[in-house]
């Protein structure tokens, strides 16, 4: 025999789910917030950026150019070895 639910419990499941209906209504605003920021915890934004450039999809690469700078020997007035320190 299959096992059946009375009538008062059909009442009190029914009475049940019109509470939480109303009370659903007042908090579908915060559901929707929460919900957002679980979304975006779960699927943060960076991975929907896509890359600005990618150097596969180019096709060509630019080559470095460097330029040789010429280096020169700035003549000081050290001194000769000899001759002690100026400041201590």
Known sequence: MKKRFSIAT??????????IASKALQLIIPIIVFGAIFFLYKYPPSRWRKPAFSTKSSGRTK?????????RVIDGNKGSPEEPPKYH
Do not use: Q
Not at 10 to 19: D, E, H, R
Not at 63 to 71: C, L, M, Q, Y
């Open 10 to 19: 059909y009442v009190v499941l029914g009475l049940a789910l019109i509470g």
């Open 63 to 71: 080559e470095k150019r460097t330029r040789n700078a010429s280096f």
